[in-house]
Structures are given as C-alpha cells and as structure tokens.
C-alpha cells in the first residue's frame, strides 16, 4: 500500500526553497508518493501561513497531519538535527582528513614512500595552509575570537590580523621545501606563542572559548586541536632545523 505526504513549499523565479528540497527528497527516499504543492508567490506564502498559523515554510502533512518543516520531518523519521549552536569538531576533521589526502597525493606524485617522514611533514605543512586558508575567509571574525585567549595579539592587535598569513606563508615554504631560513623561524615563533597561549587559557585559567584555528564563525571548542595545530608547527620546524 503506497504511502501519501503532501508538501507546501516556496517555488518562485528568483527562489526555490532548499529546505523544501530537502524534505521533498526524504519523503522520497522513505518510500512517500509526495503532493507536491508550490507556492509561487509571497502573498500565497503568506496566506498559507497564515492558514494554518505557521512562521515558515515547507510544511509537511502525513495522513492528514501537520508533521512541520524539514527538522520536524526529519525528527519524525527519528534523524539526527543538527544544533547551530553545538560544538562540533567536524571542519577540524574535515582540515586533516583532506591535508593527509593531499599528503599522499603528493608523495605518490614524487615517488616517495607514503608512510614516510616527508608524507608526514607534508600533512602538517598542508593542514597549516587549509587552517589559514579558512582563518581569511573572514579574518575580522577570526581576529575577533583570537584576541580573546592569544597572549601576543592581546597586547598587540595587529598580530591577529598577521598571524594568518604568517600561518600560510610558513606552510606553502614548508611544503615546497623553500626558504627554510624564513619557514621556521615563522613557525616556531606563532606556533610557540599560540601553543602557551591556549595552554593558559584552557587549561591553567580553565576558561571556556571557541578555538579560532578553523576561523571565526566555528563552533569547535578552544583546547586540545589549536594545541595540536600549534605543537605540530613546532615540532615540523624543530625537525627542519635538525635536518638542516
């Protein structure tokens, strides 16, 4: 017996409602033949709304009932919805995840052994580009977040403005292998500055911050990975002045 769900969601010439979408696909996907209803025009939205006293559209009607948008539908079906405001250490994943693909990308492309201590410097130096990369997306922002536990941009701002780039420069040189002269002394300096800065932040004074190291808009927790990103540009320039 087939299974019917009817959906009123926003479809004009300048905007189709992705949420609407989104629903329409899942009802789908959970074997719905769906009604598909448009509304095309602001005025028809709002007297929608207004209809069934609803602040927004899609809205979704199982057997006649009103199950709501697509997080309503989706916690009918008994999925995971997601929290804006939930600490999340999905983009640091994401950051490593893809610098360690590039890694063996790299070391592959050169011939070298994928498991050595040239794929590893590679990652290291490839997730500090990425970092960087999403800290100027929006450096006021990260500027911002940065200033409330950095020790060196608190008594001198524009440190929070340079860092990024600081941060970027160290780890394209590092990856090219180049101007070693100027990679480490750059990554020893921020990574030891940042590396005691959250360590007293975080776990001396015990305060509770967001971590600027994925930029400004992110909800991962100040801690242990702007430590880990911090230590490892350490510890990379530290082996490149061993190695000569």
Request: net charge positive; with cysteine; charged share 15%.
């Amino acid at each position: 017996m087939s299974k019917h769900a009817t959906i009123y969601r926003m479809v004009m010439p300048d905007h189709v409602c992705p949420f609407g979408l989104k629903a329409r696909d899942l009802l789908r996907r959970k074997g719905y033949v769906v009604d598909d209803h448009w509304l095309t025009t602001r005025a028809e939205q709002d007297a929608f709304k207004a209809q069934h006293g609803v602040k927004t559209t899609p809205q979704v009607f199982v057997d006649g009932r009103r199950i709501g948008g697509n997080d309503d539908l989706r916690r009918h079906f008994g999925l995971h919805v997601r929290d804006p405001k939930a600490t999340t250490y999905t983009p640091v994943i994401a950051v490593f995840a893809v610098a360690a693909l590039l890694a063996l990308a790299a070391s592959h492309l050169i011939a070298a052994p994928l498991l050595g201590w040239g794929t590893l410097g590679r990652f290291i130096a490839a997730a500090m580009c990425l970092l960087a990369m999403l800290k100027l997306q929006d450096i006021d922002s990260f500027s911002s977040m940065f200033l409330g536990y950095d020790l060196l941009a608190r008594r001198w701002v524009p440190y929070a403005y340079i860092y990024p780039y600081a941060e970027l420069m160290a780890g394209v040189l590092m990856f090219a292998g180049a101007l070693h002269w100027l990679s480490i002394p750059v990554a020893l300096v921020i990574g030891t500055i940042g590396a005691v800065s959250v360590y007293k932040a975080v776990y001396v004074e015990r305060r509770s911050l967001k971590c600027a190291c994925v930029g400004g808009g992110s909800n991962v927790p100040l801690g242990f990975v702007s430590l880990t990103e911090n230590v490892m540009m350490v510890a990379m320039a530290l082996a490149m002045l061993v190695a000569g």
